[in-house]
């Protein structure tokens, strides 16, 4: 536990950093700069600063400052686009309520490389966070796993079908969907403008589909 308190600490310095970087390039961070952005005692930037520096995250000069090694780029990059990632989600397919940038802080740390995956091909590959910051591109595009990915009932082509595996509403409405026999399980598809869930036509609003997560059948 304590380990991954720490790890989680490092990981939120290391996206402070990739900020200053989105601001001005490869500039050398103070300790005072960072002191400020994180709302903390300028001593304990800098003793996180000297610990990040001997795990080579970053190259550090004493009463100058400190910058991101290409290692701690790579990371401070990562920790950025899954939070940005994260506020999409919680904005534009769960419509929460709360405080967006929080829950993201708290979320992000909890994504590994497959979860990052399939929530950017579920969102559609975002360019842009709700309030168009740009979303850092992935280290890779080559999936890390063999699963098929989970994809919006509403990115379903025409001849194309998915069988439901998420579904995305809080338990409480689900009623009217189970009526309309959207459930885990069933297999859902386009027919011109309707909808055919296990061969029913329905007409179903696109705010239902955004929040029902598929994966797509073979032919």
Not at 41 to 56: D, H, N, Y
Not at 166 to 194: C, F, H, Q, W, Y
Request: hydrophobic share 35%; charged share 25%.
């Amino acid at each position: 536990m304590v380990s991954g308190h720490f790890e989680e600490h490092e990981e939120e310095y290391m996206e402070t950093f990739y900020e200053f970087y989105e601001q001005r390039g490869d500039a050398v961070v103070r300790n005072g700069e960072l002191a400020v952005a994180l709302n903390i005692s300028p001593a304990s930037a800098t003793e996180m600063i000297q610990r990040l520096s001997r795990k080579g995250y970053l190259s550090y000069e004493p009463y100058k400052g400190a910058r991101m090694t290409p290692t701690g780029l790579s990371l401070g990059r990562k920790m950025k686009r899954r939070h940005r990632l994260v506020e999409v989600l919680l904005h534009d397919v769960l419509q929460f309520q709360g405080d967006i940038h929080a829950a993201a802080c708290r979320l992000e740390h909890a994504i590994d490389d497959e979860l990052e995956w399939t929530l950017d091909e579920l969102l559609g590959r975002p360019e842009n966070d709700p309030s168009g910051r740009p979303i850092p591109p992935p280290e890779s595009r080559n999936a890390p796993f063999p699963k098929q990915a989970l994809i919006r009932a509403s990115s379903l082509g025409a001849g194309q079908s998915g069988t439901i595996s998420v579904i995305v509403i809080e338990p409480e409405n689900r009623t009217d969907l189970r009526n309309l026999g959207i459930v885990a399980g069933a297999t859902i598809s386009k027919s011109g403008s309707e909808w055919c869930i296990d061969d029913l036509e329905y007409s179903i609003d696109e705010s239902i589909l955004n929040r029902v997560l598929v994966s797509i059948n073979s032919e």
